[in-house]
T-cell receptor, first 116, second 113 residues
Framework: KAGVTQTPRYLIKTRGQQVTLSCSPI?????VSWYQQTPGQGLQFLFE???????NKGNFPGRFSGRQFSNSRSEMNVSTLELGDSALYLC???????????????FGEGSRLTVL | EDQVTQSPEALRLQEGESSSLNCSYT??????LFWYRQDPGKGPEFLFT???AGEEKEKERLKATLTKKESFLHITAPKPEDSATYLC??????????????FGKGTKLTVNP
């Protein structure tokens, strides 16, 4: 069974540019979450999507956005990049039902973004 | 606001030397507490879920326990392959359901042969 796939794995951008990251969840998983991981702040929740709807959102500025497609694949976008956006962006999927969250997330290997 | 604090930040053990990692948490209503393992360059890997105080889970050399304010990850006779960062996370009760987890910053464990 294929795991969570994130692309690209590494990318370098300059301040002011925008970036789009992609995530393919495990087949059958309908919940996709995004996290930002930095050495100073650890893992911080960005947002979660379920059945193409954003179900929860973390405390990040509006420059961070995401969406989910009908096949559960998800993308996140960061516009007007800042140096502080350099981080590992992790996508996680879970097999959950509308009435029973599992909390058991399956993470991809992440997209490492460097902003120069 | 839900919070998770892990200690120590880093821990060095000799192979076979047992120890415990601590996770203190505050959450408005606990749906679950989770332990994950993260190897360098990889995403976190799920280890355990604990739902209520007094609950314990075991997997190989690892045992997780839960009280109303803390969780411990006990490592018995560790091996070098247990070296990793161990992350603790909580999931609070949310209306409408959500998989949002609040993570601690982790404990980096190094086991020397």
């Amino acid at each position: 069974k294929a795991g969570v796939t994130q692309t690209p794995r590494y990318l370098i951008k300059t301040r002011g540019q925008q970036v789009t990251l992609s995530c393919s969840p495990i087949s059958g998983h309908r919940s996709v979450s995004w996290y930002q991981q930095t050495p100073g702040q650890g893992l911080q929740f960005l947002f979660e999507y379920f059945s193409e709807t954003q179900r929860n959102k973390g405390n990040f500025p509006g420059r961070f956005s995401g969406r989910q497609f009908s096949n559960s694949r998800s993308e996140m976008n960061v516009s007007t990049l800042e140096l502080g956006d350099s981080a590992l962006y992790l996508c996680a999927s879970s097999l959950e039902h509308r009435t029973a969250n599992t909390g058991e997330l399956f993470f991809g290997e992440g997209s490492r973004l460097t902003v120069l | 606001e839900d919070q998770v604090t892990q200690s120590p930040e880093a821990l060095r053990l000799q192979e076979g030397e047992s120890s415990s990692l601590n996770c203190s948490y505050t959450v408005s209503g606990l749906r679950g507490l989770f332990w994950y393992r993260q190897d360098p360059g990889k995403g976190p890997e799920f280890l355990f879920t604990l739902y209520s105080a007094g609950e314990e889970k075991e997997k190989e050399r690892l045992k997780a326990t839960l009280t109303k304010k803390e969780s411990f990850l006990h490592i018995t006779a560790p091996k070098p392959e247990d070296s990793a960062t161990y992350l603790c996370a909580v999931q609070g009760l949310t209306r409408g359901g959500s998989e949002k987890l609040v993570f601690g910053k982790g404990t980096k464990l190094t086991v020397n042969p």
